[in-house]
T-cell receptor, first 112, second 115 residues
Framework: SQQGEEDPQALSIQEGENATMNCSYKTSINNLQWYRQNSGRGLVHLILIRSNEREKHSGRLRVTLDTSKKSSSLLITASRAADTASYFC????????????FGTGTKLQVIP | DTGVSQDPRHKITKRGQNVTFRCDPI?????LYWYRQTLGQGPEFLTYFQNEAQLEKSRLLSDRFSAERPKGSFSTLEIQRTEQGDSAMYLCASSLSAAGSYEQYFGPGTRLTVT
């Protein structure tokens, strides 16, 4: 079963524009991660934000986390054609469990 | 290449046959995960090993599925009496259980088609 729901399911933007995708989840978490998947490189980890953090940056990526609303957003600034991929949020629950639950994904297309 | 490798990359089998997939994690990683992914969906957790111990297993995993990780190195996932609904991409990932380290490194996957 998928815990996270990404929104929108699909997004098409022009190169240079910003892309924002959102993730909602259901249970208490230890951390939330974002992964990218494309046909060329498979699933790749992008960034992790812990439950006690509210915002994190990595290069052109900015992630926010609102644990009261059980939601997160991923912002990609100055998008490039190479950013075309599916993006998934993945949550690790509180406690000692290592199971990570992925969302349904946002399919991003960046048009050159 | 020192990433996660999976073998085979593609498998076509007839319904009712048994199949086995292999995953070789990054050598120093002690955690290993198996996921299943169908078209248009995110990866779905199947099971998790820390070293050779299988510590978590999805309730969605039927008794036709079994996974092993002898000696805490490579892992195998076996599906017995395959059904058409088993057709999916099977992904393996590994990670290191250092404090605060949760990043998983994924292999390219094994695409299973059950006819």
């Amino acid at each position: 079963s998928q815990q996270g729901e990404e929104d929108p399911q699909a997004l098409s933007i022009q190169e240079g524009e910003n892309a924002t995708m959102n993730c909602s989840y259901k249970t208490s978490i230890n951390n939330l991660q974002w992964y990218r998947q494309n046909s060329g490189r498979g699933l790749v980890h992008l960034i992790l934000i812990r439950s006690n953090e509210r915002e994190k940056h990595s290069g052109r990526l900015r992630v926010t986390l609102d644990t009261s609303k059980k939601s997160s957003s991923l912002l990609i600034t100055a998008s490039r054609a190479a950013d075309t991929a599916s993006y998934f949020c993945a949550t690790k629950p509180s406690g000692g469990y290592q199971k990570v639950t992925f969302g349904t994904g946002t399919k991003l297309q960046v048009i050159p | 290449d020192t990433g996660v490798s999976q073998d085979p990359r593609h498998k076509i089998t007839k319904r009712g046959q048994n199949v086995t997939f292999r995953c070789d994690p990054i050598s120093e990683h002690n955690r290993l995960y198996w996921y299943r992914q169908t078209l248009g969906q995110g990866p779905e957790f199947l099971t998790y090993f820390q070293n050779e111990a299988q510590l978590e297993k999805s309730r969605l995993l039927s008794d036709r599925f079994s996974a092993e990780r002898p000696k805490g190195s490579f892992s195998t996932l076996e599906i017995q009496r395959t059904e058409q609904g088993d057709s999916a991409m099977y992904l393996c990932a590994s990670s290191l259980s250092a404090a605060g380290s949760y990043e998983q490194y994924f292999g390219p996957g094994t695409r299973l088609t059950v006819t």
